[in-house]
């Protein structure tokens, strides 16, 4: 069972998860504008992967007796000044997003609520990935620069990507 901080937390942050695939779907529709299909796919990809972190949290919740609250989502910004802009933005935001996950873990600690804990794990891991993935992105369009050809190898690159749903939780 949940405590009610508990509850909140988790809602608050279902909320968060889904603001995140608004918000990379907002890249993907500037990518689509600049023609960057490949930079589309890949934040196309980014939103799945938020839906279903959204989605595990959801199914947390119901399994431990709790009731799923969904709030507001903001609008997402729609404009973006190159490429770069949307990694480094991604990157900002993937690193407010650790923060958040890190509090919900501290906050099961001093409940003692373990299966929480747990359950937590496999988030605080998964920010690992999302972070070095912006970061490695971010590395790779500064080493492009100014370079058309570059820019679009790395398009082609990106469009190789393809989600993989998590395992359920357990
Ligand atoms: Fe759901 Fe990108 O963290």
Redesign the pocket.
């Known amino acids: 069972m949940l405590s009610k901080k508990m509850k909140q937390a988790i809602n608050e942050q279902i909320t968060r ?1 889904i603001y ?1 695939a608004y918000l990379y779907l907002s890249m993907e529709a500037y990518s689509i504008a600049s023609g960057l299909k490949g930079f589309a796919n890949w934040f196309r990809v980014q939103v799945q ?2 839906l279903s ?1 959204a989605g595990k949290m959801y199914d947390y919740i119901n399994q431990q007796g709790g009731r799923v609250i969904l709030e507001t989502i903001d609008a997402p910004p729609s404009e973006f000044k190159s490429p770069k802009d949307l990694f480094k933005k991604t990157l900002d935001h ?1 690193r407010k ?1 650790t923060a958040w996950i890190n509090g919900i873990a501290d906050q099961a600690r001093k409940e003692n609520d373990n299966a929480t804990g747990i359950f937590m794990q496999w988030f605080v891991t ?2 690992v990935e ?1 972070e070095a993935n912006a970061s490695e992105m971010l590395q790779k369009l500064e080493l492009v620069g100014d370079n058309m050809g570059g820019l679009f190898m790395l398009d082609a690159e990106l469009a190789k990507r393809v989600f993989t749903p998590p395992a359920p939780a357990a």
Request: cysteine-free; proline content about 0%; hydrophobic content about 10%.
């Open positions: 998860e995140s992967e938020e972190h993937e997003v998964e920010q999302e």
